[in-house]
């Protein structure tokens, strides 16, 4: 796990809050979170079987926004598996090193270093200092790719329809294809995915992980509510009239999700979209809105999304092609439940962004063009 760099320059990214999480209630705790509220950032007290596979709410849905300070090696490694942007320890010497051990990329030695803001400052780093990853080093390795598609692999298009995978991209995926197993995650229906990709000897995963499929691997659909199908069509009615209403928009049927593209609207009117987005959709029972990259998507409120995509796909792989690390490539909000699976699996994230942000992810490269000269270091 990398560790954390603490530079004394002004932080650019503050947490959401700060978690003080120990495997059990121990004296003196109930004091540490007032300290950071001092630096002016909510903290809570836990314990860390209130974390499970994940935060609890209502920090689950953005791990990586909250910062976590661990009293005990169990509870750093919880919160680095739950995908916490930070993961602090509280120790020195051999509970300093085992804490390091589980996952603890800072260490505070004691309580009374709290004041400093170093662990603030240390969040902040992080996220502006997200080394490249050294992917020479896992050449010969068996390792998983797994990527996004627009934003990592092709391009981020104006419009959705616009999406294309650059004729040098796709060579250097059949070249590796003859080398790993390879899985391209995306929000756009399936059929689509595939069509932009053609690459037959990849695994799938569209619609945000609603659907998966590969070229030897045709899973059981995944349940759907009773009614799913026709309340997405009340909603996409709904929704028609917005292109219309503000100019630029797109509202996009993906056949199990839907998709409002505010790319090209108007600065000005983008908040006023995104409130008639929510209030249409908040008549509606059993769907939920998330925010991607100047998109709003709305998809049915379950358990499932790009990090259980993932998961079902990588367990596919290790099934035919014996174990593998995976490795996720991705640039959006919704590729942090991604980051987040491939971390429990035992591997790694890389964000594709010209700046660095919170995320579960350990590594960055600036853009798809960046990823693409990268990848030949796989290949060499």
Not at 178 to 200: C, I, N, Q
Not at 297 to 306: G, H, S
Request: aromatic letters at 4%.
């Amino acid at each position: 796990m990398p560790e954390a760099v603490v530079d004394r320059a002004a932080p650019t990214w503050q947490p959401t809050a700060v978690l003080v999480v120990s495997q059990r209630p121990r004296p003196g705790l109930g004091r540490i979170p007032s300290m950071f509220e001092a630096l002016g950032v909510p903290a809570v007290a836990l314990q860390a079987g209130q974390i499970g596979g994940s935060l609890p709410p209502p920090f689950h849905g953005a791990p990586h926004e909250v910062a976590v300070l661990a009293i005990d090696p169990e509870s750093a490694r919880a919160a680095w598996l739950a995908g916490a942007g930070l993961v602090a320890g509280l120790g020195s010497g051999l509970h300093g090193a085992a804490l390091r051990q589980a996952g603890a990329e800072l260490l505070l030695e004691a309580p009374s270093e709290i004041g400093s803001g170093s662990l603030l400052l240390a969040y902040a780093e992080k996220f502006a200092n997200l080394p490249p990853p050294a992917l020479g080093a896992w050449r010969g390795r068996p390792v998983a790719l797994m990527f996004d598609f627009d934003g990592t692999l092709a391009p981020l298009p104006q419009r959705p329809a616009d999406g294309v995978l650059p004729a040098a991209m796709r060579e250097r995926l059949v070249r590796l294809l003859a080398r790993h197993p390879l899985a391209v995650v995306s929000g756009r229906a399936l059929a689509d995915l595939a069509t932009r990709l053609a690459l037959p000897a990849a695994y799938l995963g569209g619609n945000h992980g609603l659907e998966l499929r590969a070229a030897d691997y045709d899973p059981e659909p995944l349940p759907q509510p009773a009614g799913w199908q026709p309340l997405l069509d009340a909603v996409h009615e709904r929704l028609a009239g917005l292109p219309a209403e503000h100019p630029g928009c797109v509202v996009e049927h993906k056949g199990l999700t839907l998709a409002v593209h505010y790319r090209q609207v108007a600065a000005p009117a983008v908040a006023a979209l995104r409130r008639a987005v929510v209030r249409a959709v908040a008549g509606f029972d059993g769907l939920l809105v998330e925010t991607g990259r100047q998109v709003l998507e709305i998809r049915p409120a379950i358990d499932c999304d790009k990090g259980t995509a993932v998961t079902r796909l990588h367990e596919r792989m290790q099934r035919l092609l014996g174990p593998c690390t995976p490795v996720f490539f991705g640039d959006d909000l919704a590729d942090e439940a991604a980051f987040r699976a491939v971390r429990r699996a035992g591997g790694c994230g890389v964000l594709i962004a010209d700046t660095g942000r919170p995320t579960a992810a350990d590594y960055r490269l600036d853009s798809p063009e960046a990823l693409l000269a990268a990848l030949d270091a796989l290949l060499v």
